[in-house]
């Protein structure tokens, strides 16, 4: 065949026989429009000619990921202002290096990147400064935080800011410089 038709449905649902996506003449498709940790299953079928299809083979099933729960793979932060109502109980504790001195921790001995961590990435669309604030969601989030890399190596030497202390209080990271095109790791 030298085309194919795929009907790409959430796992729940019963197929339609109608094609979601047609043309297709690769054997790797990018699918746009999916939700994140989500479970999809598809069809595929071969286009014989115009009017000329296979059967339908399938389903197959697969499971989107979950942006943000690496620093390789982090929710995008495509304009400004930007507000996440997430949890880092959500994610997962991938990383567990040190955030660095310059990261503005109080103490600063306390290694606040030991827990679940949550990776965004932001690109500049603008040079000026921002504003961040994390604000913990209950008086018992008294080891959350907030620092900003450079890029996804993240070290001693790579912090550009941070908040974190053991309160319940906002971290606030004010008039944080940015750069037009230049990319930023929360």
Do not use: M
């Amino acid at each position: 065949a030298l085309t194919y038709q795929l009907e790409v449905i959430e796992s729940q649902f019963q197929p339609t026989g109608t094609p979601t996506h047609t043309g297709i003449t690769v054997k790797t498709a990018t699918i746009d429009g999916l939700l994140e940790s989500t479970t999809y299953k598809f069809y595929v079928r071969t286009e014989c000619t115009t009017d000329n299809f296979s059967d339908w083979a399938g389903p197959f099933n697969f499971i989107t990921k979950i942006c943000g729960v690496t620093c390789a793979d982090p929710v995008v932060i495509n304009s400004l202002p930007y507000i996440d109502t997430n949890n880092t109980a959500n994610f997962a504790d991938n990383y567990d290096g040190n955030q660095g001195n310059a990261c503005n921790t109080t103490p600063a001995t306390i290694n606040y990147l030991t827990g679940n961590d949550a990776f965004y990435n932001y690109t500049a669309d603008f040079t000026g400064f921002i504003d961040i604030t994390l604000i913990p969601t209950n008086s018992t989030d008294t080891r959350s935080s907030i620092f900003v890399y450079s890029a996804c190596n993240i070290s001693s030497n790579s912090c550009l800011a941070g908040a974190a202390d053991t309160t319940s209080e906002p971290r606030n990271i004010n008039a944080f410089p940015v750069t037009e095109g230049e990319s930023y790791t929360f």
